[in-house]
Structures are given as C-alpha cells and as structure tokens.
T-cell receptor, first 118, second 112 residues
Framework: AQKITQTQPGMFVQEKEAVTLDCTYD???????LFWYKQPSSGEMIFLIY??????QNATEGRYSLNFQKARKSANLVISASQLGDSAMYFC???????????????FGTGTRLQVTL | ETGVTQSPTHLIKTRGQQVTLRCSSQ?????VSWYQQALGQGPQFIFQ???????GRGNFPPRFSGLQFPNYSSELNVNALELDDSALYLC???????????FGPGTRLTVL
C-alpha cells in the first residue's frame, strides 16, 4: 500500500518570503502521480500542482513549484513570494491505481497548516 | 466551465438515521470519487463511480453506498449513522484517463 508522510504539522512564513512544505512517499509502483492540494478553512480542496513519476523536470504552476527527488522519494512543495491568502492546510497526495482500467484513488498525508504573517 | 458542486453544505443527524449527500461533477467529467475527512486528518477514499458503476472502494462498510446518474452526478448514502461518521464529505470529479481530481466544497455532517 502507498503511504504519504508530512512531518510538519504547522509552519509560519512571513509575507513575500518563500516556504517549503515537506512530503515523502512510499510506493512499489514504478508509475505514480503526486499532487498538492490547498484546503482553506472553508473546506474545499484546491488543486495546486501535479508531478508524474516519469516527468523529467520539476513541475511549476505560477508561484508553486514541486521539488521532486525520486531517489529520496520526496516531493516538496515550494511556495514563492508568500501572500496572506496562502494561509491554509496543504495536503500532499499520491495517485494509486484501483482494480481495472483508469480507476484510481488518492492517498493523502496528514497535512501541514501554513500561516503567513505580516 | 462549471466546477464541482455539493449539497447540502451542512447537515445534522442523529445516530441510527440515514443520510443522502449529492454531488454534481465538473462539466465533461465522467468519474466521481467520494472521500471522508475526519477532523484533523487527511481525506480517506470511500469509493469511485465511472459510467454509473462502482469501480473501486476503500475500507468502508456496506452501509456506505452510492449511485451515479446518466448525467454523471452522484449520491452518497450512509445508513445507520454512527457518531464516528461525523466528518467533512468531499466529492471529486475527473475525466477518464486524466490525472487530476477536482474537489467540491464538501458537506459537513454532524451525527449527534
């Protein structure tokens, strides 16, 4: 079974600074996908960024980038130029194939609460 | 493009009752997944529906059941509610063969 570990329950960062949120994973599948989601206090899970196991380059989406180190099985999220609106829970997740066809599920970590301060 | 919507937003039930939660998938998406998120935890996969058939299930008892309709909307039904069923229930939709699941705002269920 796949496993996602997020060791930082909470993080603080000053506005306009960069922050790295850690994620390590464990899987025996050679093909997998890694995701980061943001969950504000409202509850909705907002997709941020995706990295495929065979992607040669680290994924980037605006201020978000994923530091993918395959040998270390880590997929850290880097947020540059933090904004007050970035304060939220952040979840790392891995796509796990289900029984047949294209069926898959997401396995989530326990999350990191990020607080952006002035 | 319409995003994933869920109803109701909040719900309060008593132990032993039954509940139905609803989800409308994002336009063009034919796959719907349901997740349960207990307080302070990450979401846990309940099941997935594709073309009106359940095609994958997590470690949840049979009293958790679902449906998917021809328009790809979906329902989650929970019978014989228990106190531990209190959680945020998230619905996510995706396009067949695509990688990303897009989530709705969730339904917060409280069981008293």
């Amino acid at each position: 079974a796949q496993k996602i570990t997020q060791t930082q329950p909470g993080m603080f960062v000053q506005e306009k600074e960069a922050v790295t949120l850690d994620c390590t994973y464990d899987t025996s599948d050679p093909s997998y996908g890694l995701f980061w989601y943001k969950q504000p206090s409202s509850g909705e899970m907002i997709f941020l960024i995706y990295q495929g196991s065979y992607d040669q380059q680290n994924a980037t989406e605006g201020r978000y980038s994923l530091n993918f180190q395959k040998a270390r099985k880590s997929a850290n999220l880097v947020i540059s130029a933090s904004q007050l609106g970035d304060s939220a829970m952040y979840f790392c997740a891995m796509r796990e194939p289900l029984n047949t066809g294209t069926a898959s599920k997401l396995t989530f970590g326990t999350g990191t609460r990020l607080q952006v301060t002035l | 493009e319409t995003g994933v919507t869920q109803s109701p937003t909040h719900l309060i039930k008593t132990r032993g009752q039954q509940v139905t939660l609803r989800c409308s998938s994002q336009s063009g998406h034919n796959t719907v997944s349901w997740y349960q998120q207990a307080l302070g935890q990450g979401p846990q996969f309940i099941f997935q529906y594709y073309r009106e058939e359940e095609n994958g299930r997590g470690n949840f008892p049979p009293r958790f059941s679902g449906l998917q309709f021809p328009n790809y909307s979906s329902e989650l039904n929970v019978n014989a509610l228990e106190l531990d069923d209190s959680a945020l229930y998230l619905c996510a939709s995706s396009l067949e063969g695509r990688r990303t699941q897009y989530f709705g705002p969730g339904t917060r269920l409280t069981v008293l």
